[in-house]
């Protein structure tokens, strides 16, 4: 129990990690909506928050709009006496970004008695299943009611995710299996920069015989690639193969349950440390049974 180990004056705070948005509307309805969630449900912390895309920072900052990385926000919570950090990034898997935020985190260590970080959304299996049951149940009651009397809808949902040129692309793929194991035969996942390709999906939505498609961003935000990618060039590349199609730019972000998701991690965080595979290998050539 991290707040439990704290002596006298130590002083703790929790630093919400986002990749960032231009866009207002969504920010609002994501990012910052989820800030105050954490506020609320951890009011002995002091909440923080940082961007992790320099593009994005630059770009708000010319608008008058500052926003700290993460690097630079744990320096300023050092200047002011905070001792122990919990750090939650709202990364939807375990890729790139947050490996550099791991870094960030090593490179400050020695400023601080502690320093956690929460997992992203997609992290154990229990995750995704929560998030399939989320999606599914959301999604498929939209399916049902464009049902008509005795057929079947032909509507069916795509989940893009932005995807990575790293082995953790896998966990879309893994989310497409879970939908269809549980029955939503209809759900397809698909990335940008990844696996399930488009064409991957493509050919998933011609076997499934569909007639109509909604897009839906898989990301925590729904900003530039949600508008452009999704709603512009995957929308009309499906229109071009025949498909009536619709998309429904609503974050991750936006939605309760994924945000609870991610304060149970925060929630977990602060209760348990993660030990790092040394530590457990250590452990282990002593004859020590680790969790």
Do not use: C
Not at 71 to 87: C, F, K, N, P, W
Not at 125 to 141: C, F, P, S, Y
């Amino acid at each position: 129990d991290m707040l439990a180990s704290m002596k006298p004056g130590d002083k703790a705070a929790l630093l919400m990690v986002h990749f960032g948005t231009t866009h207002d509307d969504t920010r609002a309805l994501t990012i910052d909506a989820i800030n105050t969630k954490a506020r609320e449900a951890f009011p002995d912390l002091e909440m923080r928050e940082a961007f992790t895309s320099r593009i994005i920072i630059r770009r708000l900052k010319t608008r008058g709009i500052e926003k700290l990385t993460p690097l630079d926000a744990m320096l300023r919570l050092r200047s002011e006496g905070y001792t122990h950090v919990i750090v939650q990034s709202t990364n939807i898997i375990d890729g790139v970004e947050m490996e550099s935020l791991r870094r960030d985190m090593v490179s400050v260590q020695p400023f601080f008695k502690e320093i956690r970080i929460g997992t992203p959304l997609l992290y154990s299996t229990e995750d995704a299943e929560k998030v399939v049951d989320i999606l599914g149940n959301r999604l498929d009651a939209t399916a049902q009611g464009k049902k008509t009397s005795n057929k079947k809808s032909t509507e069916h949902f795509v989940l893009v995710g932005h995807g990575t040129y790293t082995p953790s692309t896998a966990i879309y793929s893994q989310m497409d299996y879970m939908l269809k194991a549980g029955g939503l035969t209809n759900f397809h996942v698909g990335t940008i920069e990844g696996y399930p390709t488009f064409d991957t999906m493509l050919a998933q939505l011609k076997a499934g015989k569909a007639k109509r498609v909604t897009l839906i961003p898989f990301m925590f935000v729904a900003g530039d690639h949600a508008k452009n990618d999704i709603a512009g060039e995957w929308k009309e590349m499906l229109e071009k193969e025949g498909f009536t199609v619709s998309a429904q730019l609503e974050g991750l972000g936006q939605i309760p349950e994924i945000q609870e998701i991610f304060i149970d991690h925060i929630r977990f965080g602060l209760k348990h440390r993660m030990l790092d595979i040394m530590t457990k290998k250590a452990a282990y050539a002593a004859g020590k049974d680790t969790e």
